[in-house]
């Protein structure tokens, strides 16, 4: 599809594209916004599949941004681009974000063969290799009480696997029971594209039916990276992008902490944000695009060496070899330790899971507990349809450790009040939260209030326990990597080696740490990524003096 409001332009860029793709695609031209979205409407009624957009942003009516806003919703899948003159590349930049532009041209593009096709070749092959079909969803049935249905919402919506919930409460949600012959008492069924019911699926089950990778291809790889979120998914990138046969493995969900946030701003090339499943989804695409192979629902639970090989054992009781291991576990929220909160984990009680629960905090008095960046982001999130959002703050203030940029938001924001020096002792609720007891900790003075949803977003706790005896650690659990081994200027006991540990590996030759879960780390995601990229540098020094 292209969009052009300039005919003379118009046929032209037709020609250019009929020349080179009329043989297997059909080239359809618009010279508006809106003939071009009723062109659209049109194509999603016939079943027709729509690969490539290009429009030209300067546009009477409706410019290219704005149409590509209202063509995203009925093709998401297609690939946009934006045609501009020199003048308008800081619109096209700041389209990326508005519209998750894939590229932007400038015209004239003389010649096509090489300004024009190696563009759009490169992304019909994105498209090609990617889910661009629509596929009957998943659906999941189950109860807003359900701290498992609430799982596996969580695990879908994070790993992009399209789907619809449907209550026990409704009619529809008791006609498709009754059509898997469940009376409800076990949730949730999530019934596959194929109208496969699982009942109460474990996620290795339920990542196997849904179409996500869960076996890997071989035996060995040149790198095994342990741990999906940016420091995992930058090193995948890199390894996979200089040579290195790459495997990424990830229990739950690519993205990790920051794959649940629903707003970035402070990372570098996004001056306008972008949400934490965006930036994991780009980013698992590039890393899938250099040949990087990503396992989902696989637990590592043993770390070996054997020789020049290092083992990876999982939970189901197989093993994967290489001759490097990048441990990117990252950290997950600490659990609330007040009364009655671990029972309504999930009925009320919710660790990071924001976004998937926000549409059903619309009109409601909404806690969180935390003040870091990623409470208040979402704060800021679930501010746009909740009836107010409390922010219960140990400290002082959020100074301590909240960007500013966030704190200036959060002081702008009518629905949003910071409760300082305020913990929650208690939860309470019959089935779902219904209450809590905060308590102020200066005073000690208690209150208890009414509410539905709290959002717990409290400290690190490193994903390590399962590399206890094999890497050595600190007194909290994060991974000690290169200068932290060598206080006193000597290796570990039991390093082999006649050089010191390499600045990001541990007590163990070959195996690195990135990320959260190395000790003293920045906890932040673009330290995280540069980490990721660092690591695999060091690989490659490994690799080439073993």
Known sequence: MTVDDDPGVSRAVARDLRRRYGASCRIVRAESGESALEALRELKLRGDLVAVILADYRMPQMNGIEFLEQALDLYPGARRVLLTAYADSNAAIDAINVVDLDHYLLKPWDPPEEKLYPVLDDLLEAWRCSDF???????VVGHRWSARSSDVREFLARNQVPYRWYSTDEPEGQRLLAACG???????????????ALVEPE???LAAHVGLATTPTADFYDLVVIGGGPAGLG??????SEGLRTVLVERSATGGQAGQSSRIENYLGFPD???GGQLTDRARRQATKFGAEILSAREATGLESSGAARLVRFADGSQIAAHSVILATGVSYRQLGAPGADELSGRGVFYGSALTEAAACQGHDVYIVGGANSAGQAAMYLSRGAKSVTLLVRGADLTASMSHYLIQQIAGSPNISVRARTVVEAAHGDGHLEQLTLRDTTSGQTELVDAQWLFVFIGAAPLTDWLEGTVLRDERGFILAGPDL??????????????????LETNIPGVFVAGDARAESAKRVASAVGEGAMAVMLVHRYLEQS
């Open 235 to 240: 090193a995948a990138v890199y390894g996979a």
């Open 273 to 275: 944000g972008v949400s």
């Open 203 to 205: 996620v290795p089950e």
């Open 486 to 503: 060598t206080p006193d200027g000597r290796p570990p006991a039991d390093w082999e080696l006649d050089r010191p540990p390499y600045h």
């Open 182 to 196: 469940q009376d409800g008492q076990r949730l949730p069924v999530v019934i596959t594209a194929d109208g496969t």
């Open 133 to 139: 079909r629509p596929m009957p969803s998943t659906k």
